[in-house]
């Protein structure tokens, strides 16, 4: 943005409290100025074609993958999280940025249709053109992975692009914008609103062709509602509350190690982490041993050689606290964990908790795991099913991991690993429920950003010409029988 914005707020390192950059919180007004911009700018990208906008893309890519050590200090200043896991995002990023580019083409270019018998003189053709000024709202916690989803896939769709970041990580948003203006410096292409929810709604209602969302369901749905005046439309990647299946037959080192890993790395701030575990009786006493001692050298820290950062936003130290206290007031045991420090949640595990409570229903979004002990595969599926998100899930068994996978109401399951789903760019990422819908990522996510344009295009005049005044009784008698030799038939 080049307009002055009158009030600014300050970006805070989590860990420290120290001021990591300020930033200005802009108006409705300041952010329809940035439409504005961008609608020239979106004409000016879609004019290059999908080679033009591939090569800049992969300019853009070499900028962010040379300077991603760069990259990742402002994610680890603004986020708490290690230096490793904010590179680990990026690297994604990278990978996600150059599919884009590569398969727009394929996917969103002109397919041929087949055009039926009684339309075979015409040429039928689908594409899908760019929707113009995307805006794109994000959260904190992967501030570089998560809006990437949709702001590389939207580019290369051929759209400009309007980007409100978490109020927690304006930093990373900013070096996002300033490094694409860098490689690709002739127009506003991806341009940067910072501040409030405020801002994120003034983008909602600033006349942009389709708002993509990451964040909380509270918000996607404050987000709907604002769209909803403009018949602006959404697409809305929201909260989970992801489970992991371990079966009897199961790899039990490595389905512990996943669970640790998907439910309290980036500590547990992770919309695909783990937060549920089921596992059948038979292996239940050795698994949750495991998980024990692999949770148990976790060490939360702002150091070098800390596992984990602290919980980013303050306000959810209270949350992860009121879950575990209700976990344990209703019966659940802590075999490790706590939360005695103001900033940083110790890894915790719960067992024996009941299935109504917090920590089982809620999205806790922090380094906590809750394992519960099923006499069956049958009732762990109903147990992870039982929730209002589906967004990711996790399944570990040698004999059926596919049909297990099949049976979670989730978009996304992960058989043998954890979140791996996220890392292949050709997969499409989203979820159902309260975990929102439509999908970035993969071609799905390419034609989220495109609208689909049918067209026709009359190759000869056909023998019995439908669409015209002139056309005769004996058409119609023809084309009668014509029907019923092609459907009419008694089966
Ligand atoms: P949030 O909903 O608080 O904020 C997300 C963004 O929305 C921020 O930029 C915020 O400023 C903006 N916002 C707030 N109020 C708004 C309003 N009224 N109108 C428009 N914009 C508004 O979420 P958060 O705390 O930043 O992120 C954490 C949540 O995001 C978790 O629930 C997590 O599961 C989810 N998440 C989902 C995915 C996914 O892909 N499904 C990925 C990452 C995070």
Known sequence: MTTVAAKTFDSLNPATDEVVGTHPVHSAEEVEAAVERARGAALWWAGLGFAGRAERLRRWKGVLTRRSAQLAEVVHAETGKPHGDAMLEIILAIDHTEWAARNARKVLGQHRRSSGLLMANQAATVEYQPLGVVGVIGPWNYPVFT?????AYAL???NAVVF???????GVGRWLADSFAEAVPEQPVFQLVTGFGETGAALCRAGVAKIAFTGSPGTGKKIMAACAETLTPVLIEAGGKDALLVDADADLEAAADAAVWGGISNAGQTC?????VYVHERVYDEFVAKVVAKATAIRPGFDDDAAIGPITMPSQVDIIRRHIADAIKRGGRALVGGTDDARYVQPTVLVDVPEDAEAVREETFGPTLTIAKVAT???AIDKANNSKYGLGGSVFSRSQGLDLARRLRTGMVAVNSVISFAGVPSLPFGGVGDSGFG???????LREFGRPKAITRQRFRAPLVLTTFARTKKVDAQVAKLITLLHGKRR
Do not use: F, L, N, Q
Request: negative net charge; glycine residues 16%.
């Open 147 to 151: 809006p990437m989803g949709s702001i």
């Open 156 to 158: 290369a769709a051929g």
């Open 164 to 170: 409100k970041p978490s109020e927690y990580t304006p």
């Open 272 to 276: 695909v982490g783990i937060e549920r």
């Open 377 to 379: 595969m049958d009732e």
């Open 439 to 445: 999908r970035i990522h993969g071609p799905e996510g």
